[in-house]
């Protein structure tokens, strides 16, 4: 039995409070005004570019680097009804110009800030790609939205932001500090941690299904790697919640995401629905950057217990700008240099709860013998 993604079903698997919101609950904040999505050709940027187009914004700027998922993304708003305004723009969030030459032209009132690299092991193998994109890439538009006094900017941030394993993790975080120091009564800058979106690009679900029509093995890293999840309907509530919720203003969130669920209870549970039973599962060890479990908050953090809307408020330290400047230099040094022990340091001093993996670990000690 071929299973498709877009026929299943989670119930019993997601077990949570029902928070979620129609999106024409938020037209009021977006219609009429400019709309700024980067990476919005990824699962994430698409879903969210879809259900903005329907609240009928002024203009809804698309911004991705991937030329196909761009274009993907631009026909498929083409062939929706309705007069919403929608400009498909080729290009970097690190790319000042591009970025400059888009706030003069559109004016953006509100920003969502999707564009990332997010893939753990592959970051792992490529840190200097993941800073540049996540933390230069977060600062560039930061930096343009508040010159051109934008309302709002939004950044989709991770679970893995917390207490980093990983570079992707440890950018993420960097790049929520970045918004932290940069937000103010000009441009209110916030980011919503969210955990695992089901069916994203390059996510567990999409793999185990592939494996599955392919008779198996269901390869999973540990036992014991539990995750949360959200479906895209809820990320894309969350998000629009977040956006038009106090509990962003200059600061972190996160929804009520439930229970964390298990890799391999979520890879019986599809063998499960294939009627698959011959199909075998293979563990194959953590890679570098993961980890078994995954949290919201870490302990130089505090949380608000009060919830508003399903979302929690998160008190996090912050830089002050000039720390932030120092360390932004530091890193565009290490970048160019393409010195990873540099990178690394620099870092960690920034992110003190960020632990390098033993991989980086032993690619800085290969550079430093060679």
Request: with cysteine; proline share 5%.
């Amino acid at each position: 039995m071929t299973l498709k993604f877009e026929n299943l079903r989670w119930d019993g698997l997601l077990q949570r409070p029902n928070a979620r919101h129609e999106v024409a609950d938020f037209g009021e904040f977006h219609t009429g005004k400019s709309v700024l999505v980067t990476g919005a050709g990824g699962s994430i940027g698409s879903a969210l570019a879809q259900a903005l187009f329907a609240l009928g914004p002024r203009s809804l700027v698309l911004l991705d680097s991937s030329e196909q998922n761009l274009f993907s993304i631009h026909t498929q708003l083409s062939e929706l009804p309705g007069t919403g305004r929608h400009e498909p723009i080729l290009g970097s969030v690190a790319d000042e110009r591009c970025l400059g030459h888009i706030f003069e032209r559109f004016k953006p009132e509100i920003i969502y800030h999707a564009a990332a690299l997010k893939h753990v092991p592959l970051m792992e193998m490529n840190p200097f790609a993941a800073v540049q994109n996540n933390v230069f890439g977060t600062l560039t538009l930061a930096m343009t939205a508040r010159r051109f006094r934008a309302d709002r900017l939004v950044m989709i941030s991770t679970d893995k932001a917390v207490n980093p394993h990983s570079i992707m993790g440890a950018s993420k975080r960097l790049a929520e500090l970045v918004l932290l120091t940069l937000g103010g009564a000009g441009t209110c800058m916030g980011s919503i941690r969210l955990g695992n979106v089901l069916g994203s690009e390059g996510s567990v679900v999409p793999l185990f299904l592939e494996q599955i029509d392919r008779g198996g093995p269901v390869t999973v890293t540990h036992p014991e790697v539990e995750r949360y999840f959200l479906s895209m309907e809820e990320t894309v509530s969350c998000i629009l919640r977040a956006a038009v919720s106090g509990r962003l203003d200059s600061g972190i969130c996160f929804p009520d995401m439930g229970e964390p669920i298990k890799i391999v209870d979520l890879a019986r549970c599809l063998i499960e629905k294939a009627s698959a039973d011959c199909i075998s599962i293979k563990y194959t060890g953590l890679r570098p950057g993961d980890k078994l479990h995954e949290e919201f908050v870490s302990d130089r953090e505090n949380l608000s217990r009060e919830q508003v809307n399903g979302l929690y408020r998160v008190q996090s330290p912050r830089l002050a700008e000039a720390e932030l400047a120092d360390g932004i230099a530091e890193l565009y040094a290490a970048v160019g240099e393409l010195n990873l022990a540099k990178l690394l340091a620099t870092l960690t001093r920034l992110v003190p709860e960020y632990q390098p993996s033993a991989y980086l670990g032993s690619q800085v000690a290969l550079a430093a013998a060679t």
